[in-house]
């Protein structure tokens, strides 16, 4: 599923539209997101904004071995995109030091006792 988080955009063609944070997590936790396209102002900073799905996601990655799905940043605020855009580059290096630590674990010798 290809999922898109806006308050006033267009939903692009092919892809499911939430309205607030919550919404998104509790897809992402669901499972099945593929792709997620996050706007950073949502008309009610008290319901979250774009970059809460980013830390959640980050957390999730972190200390749950979440796998994140292709995350693209379409704010048309510039130092929340910037700011969001950082998040995607730490979830990013996260996952790549799981997978080097993963092929580490496999190629180690196996020792019995």
């Given at each position: 599923?290809?999922?898109?988080?806006?308050?006033?955009r267009p939903t692009?063609?092919?892809?499911?539209?939430?309205?607030?944070?919550?919404?998104?997590?509790?897809?992402?936790?669901?499972?099945?997101?593929?792709?997620?396209?996050?706007?950073?102002?949502?008309?009610?900073?008290?319901?979250?904004?774009?970059?809460?799905?980013?830390?959640?996601?980050?957390?999730?990655?972190?200390?749950?071995?979440?796998?994140?799905?292709?995350?693209?940043?379409?704010?048309?605020?510039?130092?929340?995109?910037?700011?969001?855009?950082?998040?995607?580059?730490?979830?990013?290096?996260?996952?790549?030091?799981?997978?080097?630590?993963?092929?580490?674990?496999?190629?180690?010798?196996?020792t019995s006792k």
């Amino acid at each position: 599923m290809k999922l898109f988080l806006d308050d006033e955009r267009p939903t692009p063609e092919g892809w499911n539209r939430v309205y607030w944070p919550s919404e998104a997590i509790r897809l992402l936790e669901a499972g099945g997101v593929t792709e997620l396209s996050l706007d950073h102002d949502l008309g009610d900073d008290t319901r979250g904004t774009g970059y809460d799905v980013i830390v959640w996601i980050e957390e999730a990655v972190a200390l749950r071995g979440f796998v994140p799905p292709v995350i693209k940043i379409h704010s048309a605020n510039p130092s929340a995109a910037e700011k969001m855009q950082a998040g995607v580059h730490a979830i990013e290096k996260l996952v790549r030091e799981r997978s080097i630590h993963r092929d580490i674990r496999s190629r180690a010798p196996r020792t019995s006792k």
